[in-house]
């Protein structure tokens, strides 16, 4: 079946520092793929997305690029903030196959001033 | 903005009690999904509506979980009697449409349980 693992966390790093949080998955067909984002006391929210091969998401200075040759989907920020510590989700939906969104188990990421 | 009201916010009950879950989706979205997320975990889906049709309950525990969206709008989560592993956050979440690449959940804030 599909599933989506991601980097087992806390992540920690200081303010301004490059971010990566790696994700992979399996799918049987040709899935969409999402990073969710959790903030504090928050519910999740999508974060941003991409559609096919090759694509690239974008958003809030985050991005990721859909690989179908490595089956990954690697959340990437190049200077980040003590205001992106939360839990991150990478998640898949297969549209051809059952509609059902899967998501992986979150990496909490800290940020230190 | 719109937002996906939940409630309670936080239950604590006992084993073998009933709990009950409430959601209120963003006006307008047909599709109302249910999941459980277990800390240090992500979300799993519970049950997934479309109007007040269930689309998927696979991984619904039938025994002890119920979920019903009557008219379509709100939807209630029950689980009938608690147990300790059911102590977890209960996300509902909504969407205007599924199954054309959209994948945008909209997620309440969530209903946390502790069952002792």
């Known amino acids: 079946g599909n599933s989506v693992t991601q980097m087992e966390g806390p992540v920690t790093l200081s303010e301004e520092a490059f971010l990566t949080i790696n994700c992979t998955y399996t799918?049987?067909?040709?899935?969409?793929l999402f990073w969710y984002v959790q903030y504090p006391g928050e519910g999740l929210q999508l974060l941003l997305k991409?559609?096919?091969?090759?694509d690239k998401g974008s958003n809030k200075g985050f991005e990721a690029t859909y690989r179908k040759e490595t089956t990954s989907f690697h959340l990437e920020k190049g200077s980040v903030q003590v205001s992106d510590s939360a839990v991150y989700f990478c998640?898949?939906?297969?549209?051809?196959?059952?509609?059902?969104?899967?998501f992986g188990k979150g990496t909490r990421l800290h940020i230190l001033p | 903005e719109a937002e996906v009201a939940q409630s309670p916010r936080y239950k604590i009950t006992e084993k073998s009690q009933a709990v009950a879950f409430w959601c209120d989706p963003i006006?307008?979205?047909?599709?109302l999904y249910w999941y459980r997320q277990i800390l240090g975990q992500g979300p799993e889906l519970l049950v997934q509506?479309?109007?007040?049709?269930?689309?998927?309950d696979s991984q619904l525990p039938k025994d002890r979980f119920s979920a019903e969206r009557l008219k379509g709008v709100d939807s209630t989560l029950k689980i009938q009697p608690a147990e300790l592993g059911d102590s977890a956050m209960y996300l509902c979440?909504?969407?205007?449409?599924?199954?054309?690449?959209?994948?945008?959940?909209?997620f309440g804030e969530g209903s946390r349980l502790t069952v002792l």
């Open positions: 998640a898949l939906i297969d549209v051809n196959r059952d509609d059902k969104i899967i």
């Open positions: 979440a909504s969407s205007l449409v599924v199954g054309l690449d959209t994948g945008e959940l909209f």
């Open positions: 509506f479309q109007d007040e049709s269930v689309v998927d």
């Open positions: 799918a049987t067909g040709y899935p969409s």
């Open positions: 991409a559609t096919k091969a090759d």
């Open positions: 006006s307008g979205h047909a599709t």
